[in-house]
């Protein structure tokens, strides 16, 4: 829930409220990562998948070829490879909200056009989101 108010300076100041339980939880969730040996918690998220081929003798090596391209370029996000018959995909990042990967998928367009029609923000059950 969000509440603006006006200050007598012409600023806005935007105030968060938030359940109580919210603290709570995330603090279990983050000493059970501790806990865990894990300096990430795994939530549903989003990603942005890069490519997608099903080309029997080249999906792979493109995937790999890509995924190598994705890591030199951006070494600060993870790149994901995966197979699921028939298709391989690449994947980049782990974003808890769609927002902020399709800001990257923009910027992943522009860099990339050859990849243009493939770029798109997909829903990921397993993006890892760091706490710390």
Same mark, same amino acid.
């Given at each position: 829930? =969000?509440?603006?108010?006006?200050?007598?300076?012409?600023?806005?100041?935007?105030?968060?409220?938030?359940?109580?339980?919210?603290?709570?939880?995330? #603090?279990?969730?983050?000493?059970?990562?501790?806990?865990?040996?894990?300096? %990430?918690?795994?939530?549903?998220?989003?990603?942005?998948?890069? =490519?997608?081929?099903?080309?029997?003798?080249?999906?792979?090596?493109?995937?790999?070829?890509?995924?190598?391209?994705?890591?030199?370029? =951006?070494?600060? #996000?993870?790149?994901?490879?995966? %197979?699921?018959?028939?298709?391989?995909?690449?994947?980049?990042?782990? %974003?808890?909200?769609?927002?902020?990967?399709?800001?990257?998928?923009?910027?992943?367009?522009?860099?990339?056009?050859?990849?243009?029609?493939?770029?798109?923000?997909?829903?990921?059950?397993?993006?890892?989101?760091?706490?710390?």
């Amino acid at each position: 829930q =969000y509440a603006m108010r006006d200050t007598n300076t012409l600023q806005k100041k935007i105030v968060l409220l938030q359940d109580e339980r919210m603290d709570e939880i995330l #603090y279990k969730a983050k000493n059970n990562a501790v806990s865990s040996g894990n300096n %990430f918690v795994t939530i549903s998220g989003f990603r942005v998948q890069v =490519y997608a081929g099903n080309h029997p003798q080249k999906a792979r090596e493109d995937a790999m070829q890509i995924d190598k391209t994705i890591k030199e370029q =951006y070494p600060q #996000y993870h790149a994901y490879v995966s %197979f699921t018959a028939p298709f391989w995909r690449v994947r980049i990042g782990d %974003f808890a909200t769609y927002y902020e990967a399709l800001l990257l998928s923009r910027e992943l367009k522009t860099i990339f056009p050859e990849f243009g029609n493939e770029i798109y923000v997909v829903k990921d059950a397993t993006a890892r989101i760091l706490y710390f």
